[in-house]
């Protein structure tokens, strides 16, 4: 069965961090492209940040560049999100995703991606 599977979630007061993994079952994210989103409340989910990973590209929402950083395990099991400097914007269910992409991962929309996580909330919270 193919499927991801998300942990990390929680809740953190702001200025705090999390990580969030992702671990692919039933398949390998080696060729794939790889990318977080979210969604809050009342709101449409976005792109946190994405990683083709066959040739290392990586690109992030302005909301999240230099506190969130992607990655993934080399042998192409795991994906991470890193999440630094957290604030209560950052509130939200986040998903992580992957699907076969031919160009660089920030050019498909999230409907382009097949295989999703089960989401995680993450709550940012004095």
């Known amino acids: 069965q193919v499927q991801l599977v998300e942990s990390g979630g929680g809740s953190v007061q702001p200025g705090g961090s999390l990580r969030l993994s992702c671990a692919a079952a039933?398949?390998?994210?080696?060729?794939?492209?790889v990318g977080w989103f979210r969604q809050a409340p009342g709101k449409e989910r976005e792109r946190v940040s994405c990683l083709s990973i066959h040739d290392g590209t990586t690109t992030y929402a302005d909301s999240v560049k230099g506190r969130f950083t992607i990655s993934a395990d080399s042998a192409g099991n795991t994906m991470y999100l890193q999440m630094n400097d957290l604030k209560p914007e950052d509130t939200a269910i986040y998903y992580c995703?992957?699907?076969?992409?031919?160009?660089?991962?920030?050019?498909?929309?999230?409907?382009?991606?097949?295989?999703w996580g089960q989401g995680a909330q993450v709550t940012v919270s004095s």
């Open positions: 039933g398949f390998t994210l080696a060729d794939r492209a």
């Open positions: 995703a992957a699907e076969r992409l031919a160009l660089r991962c920030d050019l498909y929309p999230d409907s382009d991606y097949g295989t």
